[in-house]
């Protein structure tokens, strides 16, 4: 079994529960302007976010709570996990250090904790907590030099 295959078996194995009801999408872009805020506040930003992305950093919190939103609705662990490592890979090949997740992921579970309603925001805290306990494993799956390997 590959390691993107034990991913995918893992989060089935720690598959969260789907909430019944989802919040607003317009919850989420408010989440998204707090979690831009956050992360201009991070010490080191430079070392993890090359400046000249900041731009880029700032839209992918808009797509990333816009798609949260919508894997809060429909949930597929195989999807989710190609996802997580395609978007890791892409912003990597941009750049942006692993480190960025480690920091960002930690936010985006206190703007969950914080603002959403509490099945919605026990699924998704579910799922940040699975990324952040496997970035070690994504790791050599998102790293640049895959995304060109793959382009080949």
Request: include cysteine; charge should be negative.
């Amino acid at each position: 079994m590959d390691t993107l295959e034990f991913l995918k078996d893992s989060l089935a194995l720690d598959r969260p529960a789907a909430p019944e009801a989802v919040s607003s999408q317009d919850i989420h872009l408010s989440m998204a302007a707090a979690l831009n805020e956050r992360m201009e506040k991070e010490p080191d930003l430079d070392l993890i976010v090359p400046f000249e992305k900041r731009g880029m950093m700032r839209e992918n919190h808009i797509n990333h709570f816009r798609y949260m939103h919508s894997v809060a609705r429909v949930f597929s662990h195989g999807d989710f996990v190609e996802t997580v490592a395609w978007a890791m890979r892409t912003y990597r090949g941009h750049g942006f250090a692993l480190e960025y997740w480690r920091r960002m992921l930690p936010h985006c579970i206190e703007l969950c904790q914080s603002r959403l309603p509490l099945q919605e925001s026990r699924f998704l805290v579910g799922l940040y907590e699975w990324i952040l306990g496997n970035i070690q494993e994504l790791d050599p799956l998102t790293a640049p030099e895959q995304m060109q390997a793959g382009e080949q």
